[in-house]
């Protein structure tokens, strides 16, 4: 299969898709994008890198982030994580108030906002600090993307805390259940933190290698969750990944993937390799309209679905 | 009708019901207040006061404060605060964050936490800074107990902020609606201060005097709010006063009236006089148990029921 | 005070209000009313009658039926009710099936369509059959009207069942949880039977003299309810007697009362009258637009209200 | 690798888990089942059948039944069924009324009760009668496990319906939205005969072909779904297939499938082979305990997981 002509396939084929979505527009930073942008980029486990469209172009990583804070957080607390968080799909809209509540603040799943947020404040529990809790999972980011260049746009988060109420809500309320253990204004800090780092499909492909992988990062030879976790976090991307269109995404793309509202969204087909798109105008669920029907064709040409 | 012998057959009866109940304990200041204590105080329109028991023990006011909050927000902005606060009841315990976030961030009604919370809002919206709203509202309880001695427990207000999470959470939420114009943290402090203001049963009858003249207060001769306002408090006092025992409290007692988790109940026959009663164990429903006993004695005794 | 006059005065002042609202019209029996209709009657304890408009024109009661149907299960179990019917105002709209289910199947009060069906299930307990236990319900209302002429109208009821599958969903969703004992098909028949009983605003006037005056009717000295369930029936119709618009209905009217999507509302003055208003359109809450007017009004006019 | 020593070792292994789950007791026909039973059989594409354990003991498939339906439906409707019934995870327990209301009387998706209680409605909608719709659903059941002696125990349905007042409860609520089209009491009558389908492990090993064969018998050749049809069904099993428990699954198991009250859950890898698994005994879930660690077991032993 020559990957590379099958991305410049798709790269032509979603054409016609461009100017049907909307580009997230609850912060100014995210509603100044220019939204007919697209770029995808595919990295195997033997390292090998392709890619179509602007893939060195930086954008918001937004959600994707949660994928990389939850596996820093499973391979430091292990199952005593489940306490804390669900893995089920939560069927109400990312950011609902009423299944937190009626669940007594465990929040479903760690894709769903409060779950993010959590997942936060227990990295929270291990660090000195703050600064040192966002340190350690931007490094952790890092080190999955092998890219030490990538850092967090301060801009677009102090635009997201400006904006984010809802989220501060989610935490209080967690915290108000005693599932929160540190300051909710703080921790929500460090979450819009997380989603504002800005990364490029590249990198973004090479980060899910030790998801496609087992666990373990098939070019460094260094194992990141155990095989266990590995599937745990496969699993949950593919039951939660997509909002309330983790349904729609699983059959359509047939991939564990995790989108953000910034356009972007990783897949992984496991055993073989890591997978990033970015097109940053939404369908009505919040996902890369675009990003979402090229990972379609992907799964459609290569026949690489799990299904 | 003799009301003093009245008040002291009911200090009486009320006896045998010490220990049924448990003194509000989600946080230390009250939790620590001595359960077998008992007061209540009637003043007539004429200005004639009536107490038995602990009529001048100061306790903390709680959410009888909502109803001076809402008595000064109505007389500031009139029917213009219906757009951002409801009118009916809500059926939900009286925290709950459920229904605020099926209605768009409004609150059903101004005497559940999220209803106060946006009263203080929109009261901040006319004042100066955080600390002259705290006053302006503590200085018209002043006035309608007229009494210049009333303050607020700030050891109280200081441990509520610290277990006040679900508030902050509510406060929140209505940001993020745009329902709630000011910072969340900040309102709800004031919020809190307001619960912690510390008064007698004494003062709390005398301050119910203008809901029990149609508004204008009997003694001084001032206009407090007009007699379509005072009505309103009223109903609202009926239908929404005791939490999700309002429709229990309007069959038990029979008049429009407002509770406390301090204990502290207040009341009105309108036409006629202001009433308080005090007694910190609370029943299941979180309304102090031995004060509803005590005044549903009073309505049977005297016949002044409403229905 | 001349109450003639002051229903002469009503009758022209609601004049500009006609064409404001909608004729319920769910189904096509009350879809064809003609809406520019009006009366409205008062009987006095004393048996006097005042009415003017379309006061002998026959309607469909509609809920204000489930006030009857309540005071006959309330005289015949009193307090081992509310182990199967709650008293306190829903916050929901009428038919709301959320609250039902997070409830255990135990509606919130007997004036929600849920409370309703349940009274009606009661009741059927202690009859032979469901031909019966209508007959019974009937019989009563007729006792209460002193009108031995009041029926149902068949075709409104066939209609009803119809299109009352929301209806039935909460008779199967209360049987589920085992809080109905019979039937749901066959109950909820009987319930909108009892909804489908025609009267006029005389005879309801007439009806209502029972509740205002402590459960004796005043004509005939019979015993109805003690005085105890009279008050508790005038307090449930002031906090829950207008679906979700009761808070807006104590307010604007200040009297006990219980409207019908019919266009009726019947309304009680403790120790004095019964009042009784008709006027097909309803407002968007469901209750009668010009009825809630005209009851308003007589309040405003008489200074009868309860507050 | 050995199929048959695979199964053999699971069956020893599972032995410690007997009697650590509860055999459901809603109805008195399957309260009766002896629990500590299992079974468990595969069935590769090429028709080759191993099992273990009380292979040819027939039980009650239940909603292990909805995969059947909903296979039918889709066939019979393709896209057009979209606007019925969704495709995302519900979140809810398995039989909430509160999303279905919220949602329009919408179902999430076809394997909550719900759900197949609408498939069932739509295939109504091409059949004679209620009896033909029944026999359409049982004919296509036997053809997809090659076998004609299956059948529906009657007496299960009788206890089903007995004690279904919820299901009857979202038929009528999803009649009340327009979104059911025949009687709620047939459909939800047929429905209750298609979950007491009797089958045992083999029949459902074999009947799992056409999923783990992109929509086409492997063994007749005919094709019962097109491939995306396939690939649709397997998703839902995926991320819906078992209640309030799907991520789990998804975790543990690795497979698309569907489990039912009576113990038993069907399974699929793709493009290798079906799989069926009983054991009466669930787990707080609903799921067959000893069931799912069976499956499990042999996605661990063979390496068959999908992630």
């Known amino acids: 299969m020559d990957i590379q002509q099958v991305l410049d396939e798709i790269a032509d084929e979603v054409t016609p898709f461009f100017g049907r979505g909307r580009v997230a527009d609850y912060i100014p930073a995210l509603a100044s994008i220019e939204p007919r942008q697209f770029a995808m980029a595919v990295t195997t486990l033997g390292g090998t890198r392709y890619s179509v469209g602007a893939a060195r172009q930086k954008f918001s990583i937004q959600s994707v982030a949660k994928v990389f804070a939850y596996t820093l957080a499973l391979r430091s607390f292990g199952e005593a994580l489940y306490r804390r968080i669900g893995v089920e799909p939560s069927g109400d809209p990312f950011n609902s108030l009423v299944q937190l509540e009626y669940e007594n603040g465990i929040p479903r799943n760690p894709f769903i906002n409060a779950g993010a947020i959590l997942v936060v404040d227990a990295l929270r529990g291990i660090c000195r600090d703050d600064e040192h809790t966002f340190d350690s999972i931007l490094e952790f980011i890092r080190q999955a993307a092998d890219e030490e260049a990538i850092t967090s746009d301060e801009r677009v988060a102090d635009s997201e805390v400006e904006h984010g109420y809802r989220n501060l809500a989610l935490a209080c309320l967690m915290k108000s259940f005693d599932n929160l253990h540190h300051d909710p204004v703080a921790v929500t800090r460090i979450y819009f933190r997380l989603c504002a780092v800005a990364m490029n499909v590249e990198e973004l492909s090479r980060a899910m290698l030790y998801l496609a992988n087992g666990g373990v990062d098939p070019i ?67 996902n890369s309209l675009v990003g979402t029907k090229a990972l379609e064709l992907f799964t459609t040409k290569t026949g690489l679905s799990i299904f």
């Open 220 to 286: 460094s030879g260094g194992t990141i969750v155990t095989l266990g976790q590995a599937k745990r976090i496969n699993a949950l991307m593919l039951t939660c990944g997509h909002y309330d269109a983790s349904g729609e995404f699983a059959y359509d793309v047939g991939l564990p993937g995790k989108s953000g509202v910034g356009g972007g969204i990783v897949a992984v087909v496991p055993g073989r390799l890591g997978l990033a798109v970015w097109a940053p105008e939404l369908n009505e669920r919040g």
